[in-house]
């Protein structure tokens, strides 16, 4: 006992002491970026990790697929397309995780702001500052900066449905109401950009609407009836287009007729091809043939053909199942949530993503007519590619706090969202009762 106080022992303790100072002050070097990813749920991760990974296989497809069109455009630069699909992704990566970072509050104070501010912008598409592309006018041009103002549309019209109908779920039950306050508004974002000729953006934000609806807890019948309208509105719409009326002739005869392959056809046939020559295993990766200048879009709205031929059915499915898995996370996130308001602004970003990744899907195999839809995190496209990463920072930023790992919520189909009370048992509990819940709370933490 007493050699412990020999001054041999106290330098000796003294050098571990100085040894070990340097190995505890240096993580504080390092604190702003682990606070980054700091994060007190899995749902967190598995979010982040499935973005990270199908961004960085939509880089290297958009390099693979855009090589050649690159090449013949812009001075024999394969990598022009490559390289301007990085910057944004350069961009939308920070701007995802500092999303992750703000709370639920930040959310809710800026959806009004917010929403003004994008549909203010999504009217300077039918200023001198829009262009058009491909028979949409859903741009705008400002010197070297280009933006798709309807992909902003798109996360500000989820807060902003969010909000609304957490704060106010009584106007779930009346039909006059809940038109009265979401109309306004919606109506709009949609109809400017069905005016621009964006069908495919228009129905996606549209099934958005009706996502969030739903899982907010409006009546069936309700929906239904609005669906029944939209269908006969979608319709008439259709109709008043020559372009677009063919093409969903094309579609509906199966593309048969020589005339259809040269004209409507010559997209969906050529990305039918595309995959069917990938197998299996598919062709390798660089090896595509579609992408010397057969296949319109590659790059963008077909890049699901090319994925299929360079990387075979195996590559198709992998997407797939990549894509189910954000649904699966969201759906994780959302019932770990008993915010209303995350809840809903959740769903509306899961329908908006899933959706749209399964329209794409289902053009490029001819199930759907061609509407022009991007593959999200994957097709090349700045303002889509942005616009989607910030929607999945707001889903981070409610997946960092879990309320329950097992949290059971009851859907209440007058007043949306709302969690079940846990059951507390009537009476004073006894000595023996107090320590099994005791004991189930500290097993409950650690998991």
């Not at 199942?321 to 209303?340: C, E």
Request: glycine share 8%; aromatic share 8%.
């Amino acid at each position: 006992m007493t050699t412990t106080h020999h001054p041999r022992f106290q330098k000796s303790r003294q050098q571990t002491a100085d040894q070990d100072r340097p190995a505890r002050s240096a993580p504080a070097a390092v604190v702003a970026v682990r606070r980054i990813f700091a994060a007190e749920t899995g749902n967190y991760f598995l979010l982040l990790g499935t973005t990270l990974f199908l961004v960085v296989l939509g880089l290297v497809m958009v390099l693979s697929s855009s090589s050649i069109e690159s090449y013949l455009e812009n001075n024999s630069d394969p990598f022009a397309a490559f390289l301007r699909q990085g910057l944004y992704a350069l961009v939308g990566v920070p701007l995802m995780l500092v999303a992750s970072r703000m709370p639920a509050a930040f959310w809710k104070r800026i959806a009004w702001p917010a929403i003004i501010t994008s549909m203010a912008m999504q009217l300077l598409v039918f200023t001198p500052l829009g262009y058009g592309y491909g028979g949409n006018r859903n741009w705008i041009s400002i010197g070297a900066f280009t933006a798709q103002p309807s992909e902003l549309v798109k996360i500000t019209l989820v807060l902003w449905i969010a909000l609304m109908v957490s704060t106010r779920p009584e106007i779930l039950r009346d039909w006059k109401r809940l038109a009265m306050t979401i109309a306004p508004v919606a109506v709009p974002a949609i109809g400017f950009v069905l005016i621009g000729n964006d069908l495919g953006t228009a129905v996606i934000m549209l099934a958005m609407v009706l996502g969030l609806l739903y899982f907010a807890g409006i009546r069936l019948r309700i929906l239904a009836t609005v669906v029944v309208l939209l269908g006969l509105v979608g319709t008439l719409f259709t109709s008043l287009s020559s372009s677009r009326s063919a093409r969903i002739n094309a579609w509906l005869s199966g593309c048969s007729s020589e005339s259809d392959y040269a004209l409507d056809c010559w997209q969906t046939m050529h990305g039918w091809w595309a995959l069917a020559s990938g197998g299996l295993f598919g062709v390798g990766l660089g090896n595509s043939k579609a992408k010397w200048s057969w296949l319109p879009e590659a790059a963008n709205d077909f890049i699901f053909a090319i994925i299929g031929e360079e990387l075979g059915l195996i590559g198709a499915v992998v997407v797939l199942l990549l894509f189910v898995v954000l649904a699966i996370t969201f759906v994780r996130i959302i019932r770990a949530n008993a915010d209303p308001f995350a809840r809903l602004a959740i769903s509306g970003i899961m329908i908006w993503i899933v959706s749209q990744a399964m329209v794409n899907i289902a053009v490029v195999l001819g199930v759907l007519p061609v509407l022009g839809v991007p593959l999200p995190l994957i097709s090349a496209g700045g303002s889509a590619l942005i616009a989607t990463l910030a929607a999945i920072g707001v889903a981070l930023s409610f997946a960092r706090k879990a309320d329950d790992p097992e949290p059971t919520y009851a859907r209440d189909t007058a007043a949306g969202f709302r969690p079940r009370a846990h059951r507390q048992p009537a009476g004073p509990m006894s000595p023996a009762e107090r320590s099994r819940q005791a004991a189930a709370e500290r097993a409950r933490r650690k998991s």
